[in-house]
């Protein structure tokens, strides 16, 4: 072979190697991107990562929101019952279901043979209801408002009370930002001083008045909390009552900012504490539509002012409040040795600020035992509690259930494992609102038997008295 030969078969292996290597590299590659979009196929039909519903009732009142439920669905909206539960019902049936159908379809068109428990724990994880907690702790806080009325032992100490001597009355004023809100009648704030006004003007000749203001600097954001929260204003100087400039003091302020409740009591007791009992009687009137929100101890503060040589009364209307909000106030009242009272619109306030707490002023004390207004007043607290809370549950199952309806119907699951679901879920809303229902009857059993004691002992006192006049 000479070597022109020699150097072509050289050539000619060369060639092949390269051309095998570089076939070699080029298998590699095709087969590392194939292993790329073999691994991106299977992250998408991983099944979605569902946590598993809770069984137990404690469980089931920490539960979050469903997912669909969160994303589209108004919380408020669900809780709706009476006529205003149509509301619910025709957007869950005209824009909610139809949503929710369709995510579910997706779901168990790519996760079949799933077992009845996880069907039911995907089905609440999509659908339950997160608003359990909020509404529990305030059913658990409920509490009816009745009182015993303070009854004099005989006719002689009721003539007594009217020889009282020189009041005190200091009336402090919530002017925090929510009392801007409407009730039925009007805004809190105009309402609150139309009937500050009814009471004053009709208080005896003698009675020496005092008004502040609280909450009304500033405003409710952060920034201007220190400066709101030290907004404690005595508008009206603790003196006799002239009309036209106490008017002029109720109009000089507007709601606004936070609510120091605490400092607006101890403003009252600084001024009291110049006015000793045995001269004085000294009382303390609040009209407020919330809690403390400035960081002080308004229970303490009330304490302050039943000190021996001021022995303050301190009397509370809550107006629009809250059940976590009126359970302060009670408290707060309780500490002070006074009444509390809740309101809810312009006529149950004028009830209670010019028909009870005149009589504690001097004149014959109230004698009434649970009135009307304080029946009704507990009944329609606990009904803003318990039928959200109930019509809530109610409506977590019903989703579920028709939910478990249109899987069967679309052969997405077998119907003896959706027949086990529609049973859980059952099972689980019964559990849940037979406690609701329980403890919702506790609260009324126990408003029910106060309610006849308060109402027996009032009747047994007047009774007494009257046989006392007849004697005479």
Known sequence: MNNNIKMVVVLLFLSIAMLAGCSEKKDKALEKEINKKTEKTQEKIQPEKVPKAPRELEDMIKQKPGVLIEKYMDPKLEGLYGWAGYDYINYYRDEFKPIAEKEIKSYFQKNKDLSSQEIYDYLVYQLGSGQYASYYEQLLSYGHGYEMPELPTSPEEIE????????????????????????DGGVKMDLAKETIKKFTSDLPDDTNVSLFAYGHQGSGDDSDKARSCE????????????EAAFDESLESFDASGWTPLAGAINKANDLLSQFPESEYENIVYIVSDGMETCGGDPVAAAKKLTDKNIEAKLNIIGFDVDDKGQQQLMKVANAGKG??????????????????????????????????QDYIDAQKRMSDIYNPLFHISTNEGNRIRNAVYYLQQ???????????????????????????????????????????EIDSKVEAWKQQWRDEISEK
């Open 410 to 452: 679309n052969n997405l699951i077998p119907r003896d494992k959706g027949n086990e679901v529609i049973e859980q879920a059952e099972a689980s809303t019964n559990l849940r609102n037979e406690h609701f229902k329980k403890i919702k009857e506790e609260k009324m059993d126990e408003a029910e038997r106060l309610q006849q």
């Open 339 to 372: 009444k509390y009272a809740s309101v809810r619109d312009q006529a149950s306030l004028e009830e209670q600020v010019l028909k009870k707490w005149r009589p504690s002023i001097g004149e014959l004390v109230w004698t009434q035992g649970v009135s009307a």
């Open 231 to 242: 907004g404690i204003e005595e508008v009206y100087p603790l003196t006799s009552y002239e």
């Open 160 to 183: 007594e009370e009217k020889k009282h001597k020189k009041p005190n009355v200091v009336i402090l004023v919530d002017a925090s930002g929510s009392m801007k809100a409407e009730v």
